[in-house]
């Protein structure tokens, strides 16, 4: 079956512009994730979705940083007035609970780079 | 969360097994060690977890101390494609994010 999909897989944009990171996680998973990597700061959690709920933001490093997720399956990841330091690869993960041995399947991810 | 230690990096020839070590002496008693590996250009991906006993699966093992403050995953004949960031993690309390350090590099020599 399909995996977890990421679009762009590519994106350069200027400092300042909006940009939007989709995520189509695998069909029937509720729990989805949005993570990012960095050459500086490694892989870190950004948020985490429960269906459409969103009970755990903590990881967003600003409230530049947005997500939503819609109809339990697509999620955006929206970037406002982007800055240098956005520049980072933007993984999402989906799994079928939120139970401790559920594994999370990773997207190929999104290489945003800001000028 | 409950941190893990690892080597930065280790070496293996192709064919040979690999002993990966990952040190969590401040796990707690319902925290599940989850291991991942983050090939080049690639997402990570799930390679095995426990709680307690040793587990096996068709990609590794998994040998936790009787303390569970370590583990050690196993490759059993390690190859080119095992060349990768493996990363130990110690689920979070919640049971959702995953909290990754640096991980280990392996180098697979052919």
């Known amino acids: 079956g399909a995996g977890v999909s990421q679009s762009p897989s590519n994106k350069v944009t200027e400092k300042g512009k909006d940009v939007e990171l989709r995520c189509d996680p695998i069909?029937?998973?509720?729990?989805l994730y949005w993570y990012r990597q960095s050459l500086g700061q490694g892989l870190e959690f950004l948020i985490y979705?429960?269906?459409?709920?969103?009970?755990?933001k903590s990881g967003l490093p600003s409230d530049r940083f947005s997500a939503e997720r819609t109809g339990g399956s697509v999620s955006t990841l929206t970037i406002q007035r982007t800055q240098q330091e956005d520049s980072a690869v933007y993984l999402c993960?989906?799994?079928?609970?939120?139970?401790?041995?559920?594994?999370?399947?990773f997207g190929p991810g999104t290489r945003l780079t800001v000028l | 969360d409950a941190k893990t230690t690892q080597p930065n990096s280790m070496e293996s020839n192709e064919e040979e097994p690999v002993h990966l070590p990952c040190n969590h002496s401040?796990?707690?008693?319902?925290?599940?060690i989850h291991w991942y590996r983050q090939l080049p250009s690639q997402g990570p991906e799930y390679v095995i977890h426990?709680?307690?006993s040793n587990v096996n699966n068709r990609m590794a093992s998994l040998a936790i101390a009787e303390d569970r403050k370590s583990s050690t995953l196993i490759l059993h004949r390690a190859t080119l494609r095992d060349a990768a960031v493996y990363y130990c993690?110690?689920?979070?309390?919640?049971?959702?994010?995953?909290?990754f350090g640096a991980g280990t590099i392996l180098r697979v020599k052919s």
């Open positions: 069909s029937g998973h509720t729990a």
């Open positions: 979705f429960q269906g459409n709920s969103a009970p755990d």
């Open positions: 993960a989906s799994s079928l609970g939120r139970t401790r041995g559920n594994e999370q399947f």
């Open positions: 401040t796990i707690s008693g319902t925290d599940y």
């Open positions: 426990g709680l307690t």
């Open positions: 993690i110690l689920r979070d309390v919640n049971g959702n994010k995953l909290v």
